[in-house]
């Protein structure tokens, strides 16, 4: 069957290789003091769907690996072989429906894990996972990326798991968050927090004024912030034929506030009018406000009206944007205002600085401020580095056609001042068919990348990213 899904062309499709190169050629210097992993995961897709509505976030997790150590580059890439995948592959063909829909599903495997491991990497406690906010953590090695499966850390984490857990640098812990813990269009959230050793020392749960899909969240030096968004979710809708996640424009968002360590009795809901948000940069607190630096949009992109009307790209390009919150203000208002006007995402910082006051913070843009389809909009050819201290913003821009990944920051050492380091990020070039790794200065992007490292295969279009040192 031949699909026409625009996630299944040009470098949104898979490739259905695993490959190992060793000694990649590099153009440029590539730091000594550089010496580590960088893993990038996406959605790629071991056969073809089985229906013809495909979504570029319902593919199978693929983990890409570059290793770099004295001036020289491996890189490898695995799929993840999730209980999905599993049985995908000794089937020879697609079982699942896209998002595990038991319409287009195959009858036997009705009821089974449709997890795909495809969205982020986080490594904690000596140990590795893919994430993908309605599963587990799905573990594997982190040298061969040999698949270890989905853990449940001692049986506390029975099910969903944000894809976007929060660092907290002053006592190594993770904190984690679950929506729809409840199950699908539920208002029941999880939050816990994992210890150095990969513990789970809290576990609360919570009910959201409504059922909405929340992606990321924010934590602060004391803080920990939920946003509920107008991008719901309706197991009564879809049973309507109707889209199960939607958007309801005349819905008010809501933020939940609560004190790290409380209980979730002590947790406090803030307002603002209708906004949606994927990713948040960071937050951080002084003098009784709380700071936020969030990519916003005026709706979610990619997704309908709750009445099946497809969403207008024009509303749907994200800006990064400061919300302050007073916490001590009465009302529970939230102050808004766009800081950078073009259309942007995937932003990230020096992560050692999470809930904490950064100067610096990179993301991907179109430096145009064109607005463009709904495909097109998650395809950004222009690095920025903003520094928040002078209002500085550096860009630098591929070609036309060229496409940038999430950047990720590497630093210098453990001990180096923020910023200091690198900004590492794969670009697709679309003339030649294949992808490269560039390397710049963090703070001097205009220069250019210090480094390529040039693939002979592609990176198909992905999400998120991470920097584990030797």
Not at 31 to 41: C, D, F, M, N, T
Not at 347 to 373: K, L, Q
């Amino acid at each position: 069957m031949t699909l026409a899904s625009p996630f299944l062309a040009g470098n949104f499709a898979p490739v259905r290789s695993e490959q190992d190169f060793t000694g990649l050629p590099v153009i440029g210097s590539l730091p000594k003091a550089l010496a580590g992993s960088l893993y990038r995961v996406g959605p790629n897709p071991q056969f073809d769907p089985r229906d013809a509505f495909y979504h570029w976030f319902a593919g199978d997790g693929m983990v890409h690996l570059f290793r770099l150590e004295d001036g020289k580059v491996a890189y490898r890439n695995r799929w993840m072989r999730t209980p999905k995948w599993q049985l995908e592959n000794q089937a020879g063909q697609a079982l699942f429906g896209t998002f595990g829909n038991p319409a287009t599903s195959d009858p036997s495997v009705i009821g089974r894990s449709t997890g795909t491991a495809n969205t982020n990497i986080v490594f904690h406690g000596g140990r590795l996972f893919a994430l993908e906010e309605s599963h587990q953590p799905f573990e594997f090695d982190p040298l061969t990326l040999e698949s270890k499966g989905y853990q449940s850390f001692g049986g506390v984490v029975s099910s969903r798991f944000t894809a976007h857990p929060k660092p907290d640098p002053d006592t190594g812990e993770l904190h984690f968050f679950a929506y729809s813990a409840g199950g699908p269009g539920t208002t029941e959230m999880h939050y816990g927090t994992l210890d150095k050793a990969c513990q789970v020392t809290r576990m609360e749960s919570f009910q959201a004024p409504y059922a909405s899909m929340v992606h990321d969240f924010v934590a602060t030096g004391a803080h920990l912030l939920f946003p509920v968004t107008p991008l719901t979710s309706s197991m009564q809708r879809i049973m309507q034929g109707k889209p199960m996640f939607a958007w309801e424009a005349d819905r008010t968002v809501h933020i939940g506030v609560l004190p790290k360590g409380a209980d979730a009795a002590a947790m406090r809901w803030l307002h603002t009018d209708a906004c949606h948000v994927f990713h948040f940069m960071n937050a951080w607190e002084a003098e009784g406000r709380i700071t936020v630096y969030a990519m916003e949009a005026e709706m979610a992109p990619g997704m309908p009206h709750a009445d099946g009307r497809p969403g207008e790209p024009e509303r749907s390009a994200a800006r990064l944007s400061r919300w302050t919150i007073d916490l001590g203000s009465q009302t529970g208002d939230i102050e808004r205002s766009i800081i950078d006007d073009v259309p942007a995402e995937f932003p990230r910082i020096d992560e050692r600085y999470t809930g904490r006051r950064n100067r610096y913070g990179w993301y991907v843009c179109h430096a145009d401020g064109t607005i463009r389809n709904e495909v097109e909009n998650a395809l950004y050819g222009t690095l920025t580095c903003h520094d928040f201290t002078t209002r500085r913003r550096q860009r630098f821009s591929l070609p036309e056609g060229d496409v940038l990944s999430e950047p990720v920051f590497a630093p210098r050492h453990a001990a180096a001042e923020e910023g200091d380091g690198w900004i590492l990020v794969t670009a697709w070039r679309r003339g030649e068919q294949r992808s490269d790794l560039l390397v710049f200065n963090a703070t001097d992007i205009e220069a250019g990348p210090i480094a390529v490292v040039r693939l002979p295969c592609r990176i198909p279009f992905g999400f998120h990213g991470a920097w584990v040192p030797a």
